[in-house]
């Protein structure tokens, strides 16, 4: 008689073992994206460019979002200063007859220290982002790693 390689219950363990697994590499998944977009966006606030504070108070990070087998983490301004954070993020605005406007900064921008390198004012979120992606990476690969 052939020896019997698996049975029922060492499948059962396995599996209980193997969904564990899954739901603590989920957990430690969600931790770094956290982690993460908290960093670019405090970064993202140090870069943007200064006139009451409400861009940078308006800067957020939202909860990690599942879809499917992705997982995403959505970070940027809350939706009530949109328009106003993109016209600052790109350093110019349309009018409504489709003339450019290019904005220059503002004394309290210009008064804010360079970071990191960089300069605060337009592009301040793309800029955070840069200054992140070696981070990025790393601590997603350790995030992965078993």
């Known amino acids: 008689m052939a020896k019997e390689i698996f049975s029922i219950e060492g499948i059962e363990i396995l599996s209980k073992k193997l969904d564990n697994l899954e739901k603590e590499m989920e957990k430690r998944i969600d931790k770094v994206l956290i982690k993460l977009a908290l960093k ?27 879809e499917l087998k992705r997982r995403y983490i959505d970070f940027g301004t809350s939706p009530e200063v949109d328009h ?27 008064s804010k220290p360079h970071y990191k390198g960089y300069e605060p004012g337009k592009k301040y979120l793309e800029n955070a982002i840069t200054l992140n992606e070696r981070l990025i990476i790393t601590e997603l690969r350790k ?4």
């Open 84 to 110: 106003y954070a993109t016209v600052q993020h790109e350093g110019f605005r349309k009018t409504k007859d489709g003339k450019v406007i290019y904005m220059s900064p503002g004394n309290k921008t210009e």
């Open 143 to 146: 995030a992965l790693a078993f």
């Open 40 to 66: 670019v966006i405090a970064d993202a606030k140090r870069l943007a460019p200064l006139d009451s504070g409400d861009l940078e108070a308006a800067l957020v990070v939202s909860d990690v979002k599942k």
